[in-house]
């Protein structure tokens, strides 16, 4: 906590957002948005000194809030003691380096806090590779406008990551360290490529968890399948993707993937760094959305995960509705019906549920089948092996006996050779 203190302290920021006529919903601040940017940067190890919401026609071409209202911003850090300033907008270069020029304090955007998060949580090889090739994405740009926050020195918000000396360099360097990230990455997919076939080939279904950061979705993954993983009641606390064998029931196993969460305005540059993780989406054959029950924004946080799952699944994937933490609301506050299901992952309340609802889900019933095949069907082994879950295959006399797990599909058009059904 004494640690924690004193970091809090280091780090004094205020946090300013801009609403202006002419942002797009996505683009505008609001007092909800800035309360989730203190989240933010406490998350961070920061700490609030004032908030500030300024409402404008537009923004100002050169210092986006304007110089007057920058010199206020001003004359606050110095009587709050805050060593930076972090606005909820996307900044420019040039907004950038006018406004610490302005302010004489470190300037950030919610683009490069969220970076900065994503620095400190990431633990596999694989995760320091998408948020170094996110952060470079997101300098290369604004090498010339960073100013002060360039050359700080030593740790905090708004610095870790690639590295002084290598930000220093020239623009060549960056694009071939970029390319080279790239190209490491594209090893990843390729070698996610090869899981997935086999996946497919021993067709096994994929499950994949998505949600809005901090909705719960490692506790259920925990709770459902005991992986272990760190769970903890703060924003990305999960940015490595977690794979785990879940039994559904006698007749059905699922591949049960955890992935980062979302959040509104998440940069683009993680979007496109994080693809290799967030493939698991495209290639899922069921995502379950978990939504924080208790939240005051649900409504709001539920569209921002239902258009990026809009833009990363391939249309036509089933979508289950998991509301979790729902030991916290009110139970006539939470939608109940079909493609719904009621949880509380910390309470492991509600699982047998959300297992039944998963097997509907995928839009499967599975028959634990043994076959006895005639040799002139012989072909239909390798569309077994490729469309069914096989366990055992023996050539006989009396022909080919074969155990496997079949869908309705294949269990209605083989059903004449059933001799035994568990």
Same mark, same amino acid.
């Given at each position: 906590?004494?640690?924690?203190?004193?970091?809090?302290?280091?780090?004094?920021?205020?946090?300013?957002?801009?609403?202006?006529? =002419?942002?797009?919903?996505?683009?505008?601040?609001?007092?909800?948005?800035?309360?989730?940017? /203190?989240?933010?940067?406490?998350?961070?190890? &920061?700490? =609030?000194?004032?908030?500030?919401?300024?409402?404008?026609?537009?923004?100002?071409?050169?210092?986006?809030?304007?110089?007057?209202?920058?010199q206020e911003v001003r004359m606050? %850090?110095?009587?709050?003691?805050?060593?930076?300033?972090?606005?909820?907008?996307?900044?420019? *270069?040039?907004?950038? !380096?006018?406004?610490?020029?302005?302010?004489?304090?470190?300037?950030?955007?919610?683009?490069?806090?969220?970076?900065?998060?994503?620095?400190?949580?990431?633990? #596999?090889?694989?995760?320091?590779?998408?948020?170094?090739?996110?952060?470079?994405?997101?300098?290369?740009?604004?090498?010339?406008?960073?100013?002060?926050?360039?050359?700080?020195?030593? &740790?905090?918000? &708004?610095?870790?990551?690639?590295?002084? #000396?290598?930000?220093e360099t020239d623009r060549r360097?960056?694009?071939?360290?970029?390319?080279?990230?790239?190209?490491?990455?594209?090893?990843?997919?390729?070698?996610?490529?090869?899981?997935?076939?086999?996946?497919?080939?021993?067709?096994? *279904?994929?499950?994949?968890?998505?949600?809005?950061?901090?909705?719960?979705?490692?506790?259920?993954?925990?709770?459902?399948?005991?992986? &272990?993983?760190?769970?903890?009641?703060?924003?990305?606390?999960?940015?490595?993707?977690?794979? !785990?064998?879940?039994?559904?029931?006698?007749?059905?196993?699922?591949?049960?993937? /955890?992935?980062?969460?979302?959040? %509104?305005?998440?940069?683009?540059?993680l979007v496109d760094a994080f !693809?290799?993780?967030?493939?698991?989406?495209?290639?899922?054959? +069921?995502?379950?959305?978990?939504?924080?029950?208790?939240? *005051?924004?649900?409504?709001?946080?539920?569209?921002?995960?239902?258009?990026?799952?809009?833009?990363?699944?391939?249309?036509?994937?089933?979508?289950? !509705? =998991?509301?979790?933490?729902?030991?916290?609301? %009110?139970?006539?506050?939470?939608? #109940?019906?079909?493609?719904?299901?009621?949880?509380?992952?910390?309470?492991?309340?509600?699982?047998?549920? +959300?297992?039944?609802?998963?097997?509907?889900?995928?839009?499967?019933?599975?028959?634990?089948?043994?076959?006895?095949?005639?040799?002139?069907?012989?072909?239909?082994?390798?569309?077994?092996?490729?469309?069914?879950?096989?366990?055992?295959?023996?050539? #006989?006399?009396?022909?080919?006996?074969? /155990?496997?797990?079949?869908?309705?599909?294949?269990?209605?058009?083989?059903?004449?050779?059933?001799?035994?059904?568990?």
């Amino acid at each position: 906590m004494e640690s924690n203190f004193k970091e809090a302290v280091q780090e004094r920021a205020i946090l300013v957002g801009l609403n202006a006529d =002419c942002f797009t919903q996505e683009e505008t601040a609001t007092e909800q948005t800035l309360e989730e940017l /203190d989240a933010l940067l406490q998350t961070a190890g &920061g700490f =609030c000194t004032a908030k500030i919401l300024q409402n404008r026609h537009a923004p100002d071409s050169h210092s986006f809030i304007g110089a007057g209202k920058a010199q206020e911003v001003r004359m606050l %850090a110095e009587a709050t003691g805050s060593t930076m300033v972090i606005f909820d907008n996307t900044l420019s *270069p040039g907004n950038i !380096r006018a406004l610490e020029e302005l302010i004489g304090v470190t300037v950030l955007d919610r683009s490069a806090l969220i970076l900065d998060i994503f620095a400190q949580r990431a633990r #596999t090889k694989e995760g320091r590779l998408q948020v170094e090739l996110a952060q470079y994405q997101y300098l290369l740009p604004r090498l010339s406008g960073m100013g002060a926050s360039l050359s700080r020195q030593g &740790g905090g918000i &708004g610095t870790r990551g690639p590295g002084e #000396t290598q930000l220093e360099t020239d623009r060549r360097h960056i694009r071939e360290r970029i390319r080279r990230l790239e190209e490491e990455l594209e090893q990843v997919r390729r070698v996610r490529g090869v899981q997935r076939e086999r996946r497919k080939k021993n067709a096994v *279904p994929v499950v994949a968890l998505v949600g809005y950061t901090n909705a719960g979705k490692s506790t259920l993954l925990n709770q459902l399948t005991g992986a &272990g993983i760190p769970a903890n009641n703060r924003l990305f606390d999960t940015l490595d993707t977690t794979s !785990r064998l879940l039994k559904v029931s006698d007749n059905l196993e699922v591949v049960l993937s /955890d992935t980062v969460g979302f959040i %509104a305005k998440l940069p683009h540059h993680l979007v496109d760094a994080f !693809r290799a993780t967030l493939e698991e989406l495209e290639y899922a054959d +069921l995502l379950i959305h978990v939504i924080d029950s208790a939240d *005051p924004e649900r409504d709001a946080h539920i569209a921002v995960v239902d258009k990026l799952i809009s833009q990363l699944a391939k249309p036509g994937t089933p979508v289950l !509705r =998991c509301y979790n933490k729902a030991d916290l609301a %009110a139970r006539e506050d939470i939608p #109940t019906g079909e493609g719904n299901v009621t949880v509380s992952a910390a309470r492991g309340q509600g699982m047998d549920e +959300l297992l039944k609802s998963i097997e509907k889900g995928l839009g499967k019933a599975r028959h634990a089948v043994t076959l006895l095949l005639p040799y002139s069907l012989g072909g239909q082994v390798e569309v077994l092996h490729d469309n069914a879950q096989v366990s055992r295959v023996d050539y #006989t006399p009396e022909g080919i006996s074969i /155990d496997a797990v079949l869908d309705d599909i294949l269990f209605g058009r083989l059903r004449e050779y059933v001799v035994k059904e568990s």
